[in-house]
């Protein structure tokens, strides 16, 4: 990646020589650049003045502490992966990094409980958990790379969550650097319990700007007895809408419910050798558990039959990874075709065919390769904008289309962000969504955490 000159300039140094009385800062350009962006493509105009990887929740007070008393503004990252912008830093900024605060501090497999901190990678949870037999509900796509820390900034959701939910439903407690470096416990280590205001939820999807959050109480699960799993494939985009639709109406619980369009399939089938698009011009992947997987599968059977040119039951473990795999593949596939903007819009699950028609009637508007793909049993689109590799994915024609999403959304009852959250790149569409009554709220709860606005400014809001 290119950084304009202006980037190593001495103009804004200040926090940098602040800092730098942290024994874990550093200014060296490299470590600069390293965290000055995620995955969603954005290039700030300039570095961050400098980065300081917290190993300890004494690091993350005292870097908090420092940044308080000087008026400097703190960019909270975990493994940079996010999509929105969320964890991009430019000068004047100071990243705190807590990947190096990565330890599982203890599994409590009778309560199903795991304590971690927030650099721990959503994955090494996963395998944890599994050894006793439980696993960690919340599943992004970005499993093997993301971190339980920034999972909770952006209340990160999967394929898993059609059935167990979202993180919030899988949080039970946080630890929290405030902005003035006090330490705040949030929720508790009991399944239930309602006392006081609920401030867990509030700090799960605040993207960094309410508070860094240095420890995670986690709900563990545990693993189902059995799975079901079948693909169905469709005439096209529509009608796998219409079938997913029907499967909420028909009140079955799948626990996976994925759905990927035609040209995303092509993209499947061209970088992975396999064969989908033969079959249809969509893709529906329904999952089951538990001890009445099969005869929930069935139902499902039923509900889309109306709709679906083939539908395939997966005969044992090894066809029904390869399905879930296909699926997985999506993302990493239309990489390889461009530069690629990952959408996040939700609407209505009864309106899924219609957000797809919508979806291509904008991508011929504006002459934008659109891709999509859904977490259909919550009515989640992921429309990815595929560039060419020297484009803007934020200006331009890309930028014009990802406003005409949003506008979709809203029409349909929808939302603006999923489960990507906000960021730096969606902030123009948040009041529209919003409304102003609700902006002041908000804004008057960051003002009481963060009365100097320190923290990760310019986001989520
Ligand atoms: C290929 C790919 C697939 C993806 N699939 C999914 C998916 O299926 N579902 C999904 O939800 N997301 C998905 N994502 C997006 C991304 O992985 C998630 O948003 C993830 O939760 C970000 O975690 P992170 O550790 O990388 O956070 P970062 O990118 O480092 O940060 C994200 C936000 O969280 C804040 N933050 C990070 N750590 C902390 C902390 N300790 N305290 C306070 N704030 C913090 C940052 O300031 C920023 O606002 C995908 C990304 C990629 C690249």
Not at 123 to 147: R, W
Request: aromatic share 4%.
């Amino acid at each position: 990646m290119l950084w304009p000159m202006t980037s190593d300039s001495t103009s804004s140094q200040t926090a940098a020589v602040v800092m730098s009385a942290h024994a874990r800062a550093s200014a060296d350009p490299d470590a600069r650049a390293a965290v000055a962006t995620d995955r969603s493509g954005y290039v700030p105009p300039s570095l961050p003045d400098a980065v300081v990887r917290c190993e300890t929740v004494d690091d993350v007070v005292e870097a908090v502490r420092l940044a308080h008393t000087h008026g400097i503004p703190l960019v909270p990252r975990g493994a940079g992966t996010g999509l929105a912008a969320g964890a991009s830093a430019h000068a004047g900024q100071v990243v705190i990094d807590v990947s190096r605060m990565n330890r599982i501090l203890s599994i409590d497999p009778v309560e199903m409980i795991a304590v971690v901190e927030p650099g721990v990678l959503n994955a090494e949870v996963n395998a944890a958990a599994g050894e006793h037999g439980l696993f960690y509900a919340p599943d992004p796509a970005s499993t093997a790379i993301c971190s339980i820390g920034g999972n909770v900034a952006t209340n990160a959701g999967g394929m898993w969550c059609a059935k167990y939910g979202v993180t919030r439903e899988s949080v039970l407690g946080l630890r929290v650097v405030l902005a003035d470096g006090r330490v705040l416990r949030t929720g508790r280590t009991t399944i239930k319990g309602v006392t006081g205001y609920d401030l867990n939820a509030l700090f799960i999807g605040s993207e960094g700007t309410l508070g860094i959050v240095v420890e995670a109480t986690l709900r563990l699960r545990p693993r189902p007895v059995r799975t079901e799993t079948l693909a169905a494939y469709f005439a096209d985009v529509e009608a796998a809408g219409r079938a997913a639709s029907a499967i909420t109406a028909a009140r079955i619980q799948p626990s996976i419910l994925e759905l990927m369009d035609g040209p995303t399939l092509d993209a499947v089938d061209r970088a992975e050798g396999t064969r989908h698009r033969e079959l249809g011009a969509a893709f529906l992947l329904a999952q089951t558990d538990g001890y009445g997987a099969h005869l929930e599968l069935d139902e499902i059977a039923r509900a889309i039959e109306p709709f679906a040119t083939t539908v395939r039951r997966a005969a044992d473990d090894d066809e029904a990874a390869a399905l879930v795999k296909a699926r997985r593949d999506a993302i990493p596939s239309l990489e390889k075709l461009g530069r690629v903007s990952i959408g996040d819009i939700a609407v209505p699950r009864n309106r899924l065919a219609e957000a797809f028609a919508g979806l291509e009637e904008i991508s011929q508007r504006t002459g934008v390769r659109i891709f999509s793909i859904a977490h259909a049993a919550d009515g989640n689109l992921h429309p990815m904008i595929v560039v060419d590799p020297e484009e803007s994915i934020t200006e331009g024609p890309a930028k014009v289309a990802l406003g005409e999403m949003f506008h979709l959304a809203q029409r349909l009852g929808g939302t603006l962000t999923g489960e990507h959250g906000v960021g730096l790149l969606k902030r123009e569409w948040v009041v529209e969504e919003l409304g102003g009554t609700s902006i002041e709220l908000q804004s008057a709860i960051k003002a009481a955490l963060d009365p100097t606005g320190i923290l990760n400014p310019g986001k989520a809001l």
